[in-house]
């Protein structure tokens, strides 16, 4: 199935830092999603994009759709310890009901 | 809250076994997924469901099926359970709609087949 080319794979960095993470394509979507798993948990929904070119941020955190249409990024602003976890892109494309999911970047904070 | 729940959190079983996973959802949601996730690869759609009775392959169906029998509840099954289904597996629903609407996850069940 269709996979999400998602990067970095991983990142270790320090509190107060900032954080950048994409997501591409080779398919167009119509709607980009950010979630974030915590460990041990099941995946939050963190922001939506649904027009190309949409800037939307959520606190500290700040997505775009991008303007092809097969790129999303995801900023962190001032890391903190609880923003630890893996975070996740997915897209939706088409007619069908479903989600493609990106690979996941795993981020680990240190205080 | 929407609250998806999930049978268990860890599970271990023989190869061979017939394994159930079961996911039970409070909101009266039409849509109810299972996925699987490894590291690497992030999250894999397995079955889907937009209705009671009703269900759709997703992209890697092989070696599962799934049962629907009340809107709430969506059972991933493993009919002869094998190491390479060792996995977390994550249940996931929504109500009528598109899928751009919030999904709402499980808490995920770790599945050890040895």
């Known amino acids: 199935g269709q996979q999400l080319n998602q990067s970095p794979q991983s990142m270790f960095i320090q509190e107060g830092e900032d954080v950048s993470m994409n997501c591409t394509s080779s398919?167009?979507?119509?709607?980009w999603l950010w979630y974030k798993q915590d460990p041990g948990e099941g995946p939050v929904l963190l922001i939506a994009?649904?027009?190309?070119?949409e800037l939307t941020s959520n606190g500290r955190l700040t997505a775009q759709f991008g303007i092809t249409r097969k790129d999303s990024f995801l900023n962190i602003s001032a890391s903190i310890p609880s923003d630890v976890g893996i975070y996740f892109c997915?897209?939706?494309?088409?007619?069908?009901?479903?989600?493609?999911f990106g690979t996941g970047t795993l981020l680990a904070v240190q205080p | 809250d929407v609250k998806v729940t999930q049978s268990s959190r860890y599970l271990v079983k023989r190869t061979g076994e017939k394994v159930f996973l079961e996911c039970v959802q409070d909101?009266?949601?039409?849509?109810m997924f299972w996925y699987r996730q490894d590291p690497g690869l992030g999250l894999r759609l397995i079955y889907f469901?937009?209705?009671?009775?009703?269900?759709e392959k997703g992209d890697i169906p092989e070696g599962y099926s799934v049962s629907r029998e009340k809107k709430e509840r969506f059972s991933l099954i493993l009919e002869s359970a094998s190491t390479n289904q060792t996995s977390m597996y994550l249940c996931?629903?929504?109500?009528?709609?598109?899928?751009?609407?919030?999904?709402?996850f499980g808490p995920g069940t770790r599945l050890l087949v040895l």
């Open positions: 469901s937009y209705d009671v009775k009703m269900k």
């Open positions: 398919s167009i979507f119509n709607t």
């Open positions: 996931a629903s929504i109500p009528s709609g598109t899928v751009t609407e919030t999904q709402y």
């Open positions: 909101m009266d949601h039409e849509n």
């Open positions: 997915a897209g939706e494309g088409g007619a069908t009901n479903k989600l493609i």
């Open positions: 994009l649904y027009k190309a070119g």
